[in-house]
């Protein structure tokens, strides 16, 4: 097998990052609107941000679905979409695959990676301890 490139890696990972960035900008104008939303109704709500293509839009939410991310459903003659998951248990599960993937299962080392690099104010440690 041929040895990919610097620049052919480095443009893979924008591309897998992008890809998470499009299923998490959808996911959270679902959540954000607390009921079922057509592709149009997401488009528009990320196309006021921002440029977005619909037909992205559209193919992302279909793969969502047929991941079991979204499911569909209908209000009238549209087909709405609603995530399977609240946005607590996203973030349970994208956490628990960071600590398992990158940390070996190491709970600790990942929380003090955290505590580490990311800015935390007094009320982020109040609320740390008060979790503890």
């Not at 610097?6 to 954000?32: C, N, P, T, Y």
């Not at 293509?53 to 079991?68: G, L, P």
Request: net charge positive; proline share 2%; glycine share 8%.
């Amino acid at each position: 097998m041929a040895k990919m490139s610097s620049d052919a890696q480095k443009a893979k990972h924008r591309m897998f990052l992008r890809l998470k960035r499009v299923e998490l900008a959808i996911i959270g104008v679902l959540w954000d609107a607390g009921e079922g939303q057509t592709v149009r109704q997401v488009f528009e709500e990320l196309y006021s941000h921002g440029p977005w293509s619909y037909n992205t839009v559209r193919t992302t939410m279909s793969r969502m679905e047929k991941a079991n991310v979204l499911a569909q459903g209908r209000l009238g003659r549209s087909n709405v979409y609603v995530p399977t998951m609240d946005r607590e248990q996203a973030a349970a599960a994208c956490v628990q695959e960071v600590i398992t993937g990158i940390f070996g299962g190491q709970l600790a080392d990942g929380v003090i990676l955290v505590l580490k690099n990311l800015p935390l104010s007094a009320a982020d440690l109040r609320a740390i301890r008060k979790a503890m």
